[in-house]
């Protein structure tokens, strides 16, 4: 009898307590709620008489565990406002994905609370200061805070200043269960003993700080971070990324300011292209955009900084961004060949000839930058232009791809297909023509017209097949059909093997279907290419290992 009330007893007391805890845990998402501007109204659902918050948008729930909250996922939902501390009494959450959103403010630290945070991502948004440096937020990198610019901390390898313009000391604090939870008061004595301290260095610093400034200006200290540099007076922003730029900002700015008709390399679909040469003869490319972008420039820096964080050797590095009163500029690693266009096309006289393996090597530099940015970019990055003026070679024949993520960044929905065709009429798939909207399988048709470049040496709007009505693709087929490989070939290129031109053409043919779902895709194309085209004897070598 009296065993059994004990149990009635404490049955009920087990509800009570998972009620109560599953109260508190719907009410800190309310609370988190509240400090959210849902604009597109994605959290409708969360409401405040629900019998479960586990079933609301963007939650899921520890099974069987009071119902305490696993995962928040709301990536891409237009949320604004800023994280409510409140998240920390989440203690059990695992995954926090609020990426692509406009949320600003700062990281709470209160997060570190939640000791079983594993995933994280709270990638391009507006977060601005120092990302907390304790507990379970240490085990982050950068990945999880790309795409705000006003971020720093040691995760995203910036170090934050103090309004004075002094790197702080990030605080390395050791975990609770390393070092021993120190006593309140042992914490009391120790906070007030660094803010003495703090402040004490804080007023000998500005003086010295005073003192140097008026002899040498800020703006002499080295790069070696991705820096952010305003200038008061005007609008003028410079931000670097890589962070290995050896120049001051008011170095760089006053080279970009100087740069003039003379320095011109180009120009294209987004601007014109400058030639600029630092003292120390370093050299860079800038591209002065003259298209207006349609988001703030908040925005357009934000999504700069993702393709600035891109790093990949057949890509060219984008080095810095600067905005000036007047204009904005693209800093980008100066590629002194120039484009595949110039040496294919081009009857420039110190042209050089490509010959099959430099063709060869082309192709493979291009597919593995463009598998890169298709497959191992998170956001992925759909190129939109592949076209031989966007292939940069260097001293060794080594492809660059330029210009990805431009066209995301600088052309609106609206205008996308005008704008696009008319620089690269021959390279577009079909169905991208069409409905203006690029994919993954439309590079890959552009890839594939690359290749037929680089067989041929002719444009794709090369007149003697446009005149008869087709593009290359087309020609190419007829001249299969009618089994003419020979006239197929660039004449300029005399050593081409028959063995790996006829795997190039027929990749070209795959890469170009009609069909963009029977295209490979870029990792597939690479796939081929290393096996076939790149192993010196691949059918031997298979053969050989075949017989063990
Ligand atoms: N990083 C660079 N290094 C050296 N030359 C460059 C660099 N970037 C661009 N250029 C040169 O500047 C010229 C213009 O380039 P840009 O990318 O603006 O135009 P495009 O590729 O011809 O057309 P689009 O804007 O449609 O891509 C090209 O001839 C190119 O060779």
Not at 502 to 519: K, W, Y
């Amino acid at each position: 009898m009296n065993f059994s009330f004990v149990n009635i007893w404490s049955t009920r007391n087990k509800i009570r307590f998972e009620n109560s805890i599953r109260q508190i845990s719907g009410m800190t998402l309310l609370e988190i709620k509240s400090t959210l501007n849902d604009t597109k109204n994605v959290l409708s659902n969360w409401q405040q008489f629900d019998e479960s918050h586990c079933a609301w948008t963007g939650i899921s729930c520890h099974p069987g565990d009071e119902q305490r909250v696993r995962s928040i996922n709301l990536p891409y939902m237009q949320l604004g406002g800023i994280i409510s501390p409140s998240i920390g009494k989440l203690s059990r959450l695992q995954r926090l994905a609020l990426h692509q959103n406009s949320l600003h403010g700062t990281i709470p630290n209160e997060l570190t609370n939640c000791t079983e945070l594993r995933a994280l991502n709270l990638s391009t948004n507006f977060f601005s200061g120092e990302i907390p440096d304790i507990g379970v937020l240490s085990t982050f990198d950068k990945n999880s805070f790309v795409g705000n610019v006003d971020l720093c901390g040691r995760q995203v390898q910036k170090p934050c200043r103090t309004s004075l313009g002094f790197p702080v000391v990030l605080p390395h604090a050791e975990s609770d269960e390393a070092a021993g939870k120190p006593s309140h008061y042992m914490k009391g004595v120790l906070i007030g003993a660094m803010a003495i301290l703090g402040l004490a260095l804080v007023i000998i610093l500005s003086f010295l700080w005073t003192r140097l400034l008026s002899k040498k200006e800020r703006a002499a200290k080295r790069y070696t971070e991705v820096k952010k540099q305003a200038d008061p007076k005007a609008s003028t922003k410079l931000i670097t990324f890589h962070g290995d730029l050896p120049y001051t900002s008011s170095e760089i700015i006053e080279k970009l300011e100087s740069l003039d008709e003379e320095d011109i390399v180009g120009s294209g679909g987004f601007g014109t292209v400058y030639r600029m040469v630092m003292n120390d003869c370093g050299t860079f490319a800038v591209k002065q955009i003259d298209r207006s972008c349609e988001g703030s420039d908040q925005v357009f820096e934000r999504e700069l900084e993702i393709l600035g964080s891109i790093n990949h050797i057949n890509l060219v590095n984008l080095r810095g961004y600067c905005r000036l009163p007047s204009s904005r500029l693209l800093i980008y690693d100066y590629l002194a060949i120039g484009s595949l266009d110039d040496l294919l096309h081009e009857n420039t006289r110190q042209r050089q000839l490509l010959n099959w393996s430099d063709r060869l090597k082309i192709a493979l530099g291009s597919a593995q930058g463009l598998a890169y940015l298709h497959h191992e970019c998170s956001p992925k990055v759909v190129h939109c232009n592949i076209k031989s003026s966007n292939i940069l070679l260097d001293e060794n024949m080594e492809p660059h791809i330029s210009d990805f993520g431009l066209a995301k960044l600088l052309v609106d929905e609206e205008a996308h297909v005008t704008t696009v065709v008319a620089g690269t009429f021959g390279y577009l798939a079909p169905e991208y023509l069409q409905s203006g909207r690029a994919t993954e399988k439309s590079d890959v048709y552009s890839f594939g017209v690359l290749l037929l470049e680089l067989v041929t040496g002719k444009r794709p709007t090369d007149p003697s097949f446009v005149k008869r009505g087709l593009n290359v693709v087309g020609w190419m087929n007829t001249l299969l059909r009618e089994n003419r490989l020979e006239d197929v070939v660039d004449k300029r290129c005399t050593d081409a093997d028959a063995g790996t031109l006829e795997v190039i053409l027929e990749l070209a043919a795959r890469c170009t279907d009609g069909n963009a779902d029977d295209r490979p895709s870029m990792n597939q194309v690479l796939q081929l290419l290393e096996q076939e085209v790149m192993s010196p004897c691949p059918s031997e070598f298979y053969e050989s290992h075949s017989d063990h």
